[in-house]
């Protein structure tokens, strides 16, 4: 048989997405700070979009009065009567200009009062903001160096102290061997050591530390409490961290008494001392949605309209552009514009109404959870959001990704609400694994020191009170999830720390 080119005629259905179909999915799974940035961007490409609050070049607000166009003049003889106010401050006050505006030289002086006048004379809308000037919190780096720059005179020692500064990890530890920092600099082992026992008494107690032990040593030498016996202590902290006080108070030497005095010393020592610096900008979660009582006893779901970007198309720069250029590559360029900008608009607007859906499908299947607490978190999957709303499942897990909401009971994830079903042995409704998590927390939390209860124990407990079936293996898996430890480290936390406290003899 031969072959031989050929023409084929086919006729299918396919679905293909455009451009613009995939910015409008892309939009749905930003947050709102990832919305203001990919919106920015926009804003710098497309001439045509512009701020519904206005403040862009070219903006559709009419033409300027003359009254708001600056003069000299105006400018120069109102100088000279802000000026002259400063000086009949001073007067009132009986003293000088000096000691009214201090930060102020007497060249500089009437300019700065100008510009404060003017700035509230405008209404206040410039003034400056009380907020930026707000002391900065150092780095845990600024910090060394600003104590090491008074301990340390020579210049070698300060650049080897530099490089030490620049290997402590956030936590305040000492991130690399300081032979590597000596064979780095070409200097000796020993004179490493002996700066970093220099740093090593900077504030706060613990900084450049190796590991926890040294870290828990330098703080407890700083406050003169590092005895032989806590030496030992710290040398079994694989003891104290299982709990093992029976074998602590042996390799130690001392009694329970004694041994629960040093634990509750170890307790109010920093194992992490650099956490307390400043080590990037800290941002608080802004809700995207609101979640109120409204009178009537419903739900009232509202969109936060802060973070909400409010866009326009200034159309009459359009239409100025296209009538006065004759280059088609230039029209070609703002009907591109012009359509980008108007589908960006729907989108965004496609984007919040999607989100006030999907929320108040939320709120109406999560009622029980916002009246009555996480014991009532119902069993939800994106599946069951999505049917009810009649969207696809993957639209309702991107309009919901990196989404905050503001219920009476605090702000939560979006993704909180959606857990998996335990089915219930009774018949009843499913339970939300959320929950049962709750419910675990609190019968640990409620159990005796003498009767503390196994995960067997508290599956049996489960079945009993609610009904849920819910495997040893599974609630072990959410007590671990919850950093909660196993019965036999609760029994000794719960039992033998309990008797020290109570006067308990020698072991």
């Known amino acids: 048989m ?36 990919f919106i920015d961007v926009e804003m710098l490409r497309n001439p045509l979009l512009e701020r519904e609050d206005g403040g862009e070049p070219g903006d559709d607000a009419g033409p300027v009065e003359p009254a708001a166009s600056p003069d ?28 009214v505006f201090p930060e102020q030289s007497g060249a500089d002086r009437g300019d700065a009062l100008s510009s404060y006048e003017r700035n ?19 780095s845990l780096a600024e910090h060394v160096e600003t104590q090491a720059a008074y301990l340390l005179d020579d210049p070698r020692d300060r650049v080897i102290a530099r490089f030490l500064a620049d290997e402590l990890t956030d936590s305040g530890y000492l991130g690399v061997d300081p032979a590597e920092i000596a064979a780095q600099l070409g200097t000796s082992l020993e004179a490493v050591e002996r700066v970093l026992a220099l740093l090593q008494t900077l504030d706060p107690p613990g900084l450049f ?9 330098l703080q407890l030498q700083d406050r003169d409490r590092f005895d032989p016996m806590m030496a030992k202590l710290l040398d079994h ?26 634990l509750a010393e ?59 250029t004759r280059d088609p590559a230039e029209k070609a360029f703002m009907s591109e514009c012009l359509a980008t900008a108007t589908w960006l608009i729907k989108s965004l607007d496609q984007r919040a109404q999607t989100l006030l859906k999907v929320s108040a499908e939320i709120v109406k ?36 990704a990196n989404k905050y909401m503001m219920t009476p009971r605090g702000v939560f994830d979006m993704k909180y609400f959606f857990t998996t079903a335990l089915a219930s042995s009774s018949g009843e409704a499913d339970h939300s694994a959320e929950s049962v998590r709750h419910r675990i927390r609190q019968l640990i939390d409620a159990e005796a020191p003498d009767a503390i209860l196994s995960d067997d124990t508290l599956a049996e407990v489960l079945v009993r009170e609610t009904g849920v079936e819910i495997a040893r293996r599974t609630v072990a898996k959410y007590r671990e999830g919850m950093n909660i430890p196993s019965s036999v480290i609760r029994r000794r936390q719960k039992r033998e720390i309990t008797p020290a406290h109570q006067g308990a003899g020698p072991v």
């Open 120 to 138: 509230t004379a405008q209404g206040g809308e410039d003034a400056p903001d009380l907020e930026a000037y707000v002391a900065s919190r150092p």
């Open 266 to 324: 170890l307790r109010t020592l920093e194992p992490r001392p650099g956490n307390g610096f400043a080590v990037g900008p800290v941002e608080a979660v802004v809700p995207d949605v609101f979640v109120r009582p409204g009178p009537d006893g419903a739900w009232q779901v509202e969109l936060n309209t802060e973070v909400l970007p409010r866009l326009l198309v200034n159309r009459s720069y359009y239409t100025s552009v296209t009538r006065q």
């Open 2 to 37: 031969a072959l031989s080119p050929r023409l084929e005629v086919k006729q299918g259905l396919g679905l293909t997405l455009t451009p613009q179909l995939m910015q409008s999915i892309k939009l749905l799974q930003l947050s709102h700070l990832e919305l203001s940035a």
């Open 72 to 99: 000299v003049s105006e400018d120069t003889v109102s100088f000279s009567e802000r000026e002259q106010s400063a000086e009949s401050i001073a007067e009132s006050y009986d003293t000088e200009v000096e000691n």
């Open 209 to 217: 530390a190796r590991d926890v032990r040294e870290c828990l040593m």
């Open 365 to 400: 299947q999560q009622g029980g959870f916002l009246e009555q607490g996480v014991a009532h978190l119902r069993p939800m999957t994106l599946r069951m959001v999505a049917d009810a709303i009649e969207l696809h499942e993957s639209t309702v897990s991107r309009v919901t």
């Open 237 to 262: 902290l694989d003891l104290v961290a299982a709990h093992d006080f029976t074998a602590l108070c042996r390799v130690v030497g001392c009694d329970r008494e004694d041994l629960a005095d040093m």
